[in-house]
């Protein structure tokens, strides 16, 4: 099992990023699947969740309105559309596994195959 975020970079506040996962070594519509983002000197944490059974989601309050997380299971790959970009949200990135086969959740210690992580700087 291998997820690879890949689609970070410098962005200036106001602006969009489109950030991919691709997953290989299982069906990517078994499992739920998470972003979460981590800052210097913070904790890792939960931005946003789709469900393997229903493609329901779940968000932080943070990137409500902002923020979508969508899954495309024909290329076995998940994004996170990030539009109204603000220098808060600059942090690097991580695509994850849960095995929960109904619902999601953003709690990272529920989360056990995590990808390398993507750089999000949003500065001006």
């Known amino acids: 099992v291998q997820l690879v975020e890949s689609g970070g970079g410098l962005v200036q506040p106001g602006g969009s990023l489109r950030l991919s996962c691709a997953v290989s070594?299982?069906?990517?519509?078994?499992?739920?699947l998470g972003w979460f983002r981590q800052a210097p000197g913070k904790e890792r944490e939960g931005v946003s969740c789709?469900?393997?059974?229903?493609?329901?989601?779940d968000q932080a309050d943070s990137v409500k309105g902002r923020f979508a997380i969508s899954r495309d299971n024909a290329n076995n790959t998940l994004y996170l559309q990030m539009d109204s970009l603000k220098p808060g949200d600059t942090a690097v990135y991580y695509c994850?596994?849960?095995?929960?086969?109904?619902?999601?959740?953003?709690?990272?210690?529920?989360?056990?195959?995590w990808g390398p992580g993507t750089q999000v700087t949003v500065s001006s």
């Open positions: 994850a596994l849960e095995e929960l086969t109904i619902g999601c959740d953003l709690y990272v210690h529920n989360y056990d195959t």
């Open positions: 070594g299982f069906p990517l519509d078994h499992y739920a």
């Open positions: 789709i469900a393997s059974s229903d493609d329901s989601t």
